[in-house]
């Protein structure tokens, strides 16, 4: 068997243990634009899946770092409570959590609400947080809204609907 097939065979069979959907490898997927933004955002409480929505998935990994999801994105997010599928807006919030340690320097999926923020900013949005926005989620999150309700807004948010 050539090497591309099997990478491509190894990513479907992480997928479908990851509870992604093996016909639609993640490593060959671009990330979500457009339209299929919009949809999510309308839809940030559905549940979504590593392979189903590999495009979503993306769209994290690439505003996070810059690049493609890694191979063990999978495993990853398990450590940060998302199974591979589930609402889409935990998988933001997972992702925001690995940020955030990532900043911080401690894998322990403990953050500080001024980093989960700053991380928040970074995977959804692929951008630092000025200071105003930044202050104000800070007094949202302080205001009992909790980090569930601010991933929402921030999917719900027209300049996460408007990534190019």
Same mark, same amino acid.
């Given at each position: 068997?050539?090497?591309?097939?099997?990478?491509?065979?190894?990513?479907?069979?992480?997928?479908?243990?990851?509870?992604?959907?093996?016909?639609?490898p993640?490593?060959?997927?671009k990330? #979500?634009?457009?339209?299929?933004?919009? *949809?999510?955002?309308?839809? &940030?409480?559905?549940? @979504?899946? =590593?392979? /189903?929505?590999? %495009?979503?998935?993306?769209r994290?990994?690439?505003?996070?770092?810059?690049a493609?999801?890694?191979?063990?994105?999978?495993?990853?997010?398990?450590?940060?409570?998302?199974?591979?599928?589930?609402?889409?807006?935990?998988?933001?919030?997972?992702?925001?959590?690995?940020?955030?340690?990532?900043?911080?320097?401690? #894998?322990?999926?403990?953050?500080?609400? *001024?980093?989960?923020?700053? &991380?928040?900013?970074? @995977?959804? =949005?692929? /951008?630092?947080? %000025?200071?105003?926005?930044?202050?104000?989620?800070?007094?949202f999150?302080?205001?009992?809204?909790?980090?569930?309700v601010?991933?929402?807004?921030?999917?719900?948010?027209?300049?996460?609907?408007?990534?190019?």
């Amino acid at each position: 068997m050539k090497r591309g097939r099997m990478a491509a065979r190894i990513a479907a069979v992480v997928l479908s243990g990851c509870g992604g959907d093996p016909a639609l490898p993640l490593a060959d997927t671009k990330p #979500a634009t457009g339209a299929a933004l919009k *949809e999510y955002s309308k839809n &940030a409480t559905e549940i @979504v899946g =590593l392979g /189903r929505n590999a %495009d979503l998935v993306q769209r994290f990994c690439v505003n996070m770092t810059g690049a493609a999801c890694p191979a063990d994105i999978g495993g990853q997010l398990k450590t940060a409570g998302f199974l591979g599928e589930g609402p889409a807006n935990e998988l933001s919030d997972a992702f925001a959590m690995l940020e955030a340690d990532r900043i911080d320097g401690a #894998a322990d999926l403990q953050s500080s609400d *001024e980093i989960y923020v700053k &991380a928040l900013y970074r @995977v959804a =949005l692929a /951008r630092e947080p %000025d200071a105003g926005g930044e202050s104000s989620n800070l007094e949202f999150l302080n205001s009992s809204n909790g980090r569930p309700v601010l991933v929402r807004a921030f999917m719900r948010s027209q300049e996460f609907k408007g990534q190019p």
